[in-house]
Structure formats: structure tokens, C-alpha cells
């Protein structure tokens, strides 16, 4: 690379983040963050997609509540 701090930067990418996304080949390695976030994340979207179908208008509700419920939490939080 032809800066330093590129390449620094790149370094830092290479060993974090794309640790945090690695999946186990055998054994003894490690699984990553990402990788195990995603088994909660799956899991409520599938419950999500399962309410969608069963009662559209219950799914939309929730759906808008938690994104106001996160856009006030970071507001609050940024008024702290």
C-alpha cells in the first residue's frame, strides 16, 4: 500500500472484523461474533415473517414501534 496509515487501517480490518465473521472449519476453531449473533437475529426474524403471516396488522404495529422505540433510545441517549 502507499501509506502507512492505509495499511494500518487494512491490517486492523483484516484481524477484526473478518474474525469476528469466521466460521469454524473443524473442531478447534472458534466460531465468530457474527456468527453467533446471527443465531438470535434468524430466530426473530423467522418469529417476525411467522406473525406477518398469521396477523399483518399486529406485524406492521410492532415493526414501527421498535423503530421509534430505537431512534427515542438514541436520541435520549445522545441528549445525556
Do not use: C
Not at 473478518?18 to 466460521?23: L, P
Not at 457474527?34 to 426474524?45: L, S
Request: glycine content about 4%.
Amino acid at each position: 500500500m502507499k501509506w502507512r496509515w492505509a495499511q494500518s487501517v487494512n491490517h486492523w480490518v483484516g484481524a477484526s472484523l473478518m474474525s469476528a465473521a469466521s466460521s469454524p472449519n473443524d473442531e478447534n476453531d472458534r466460531t465468530g461474533a457474527i456468527n453467533r449473533i446471527f443465531k438470535y437475529v434468524h430466530a426473530a426474524r423467522d418469529a417476525g415473517q411467522r406473525l406477518k403471516k398469521k396477523n399483518r396488522t399486529l406485524y406492521y404495529a410492532l415493526k414501527y414501534l421498535v423503530i421509534a422505540a430505537i431512534f427515542a433510545a438514541i436520541i435520549l441517549f445522545s441528549l445525556l
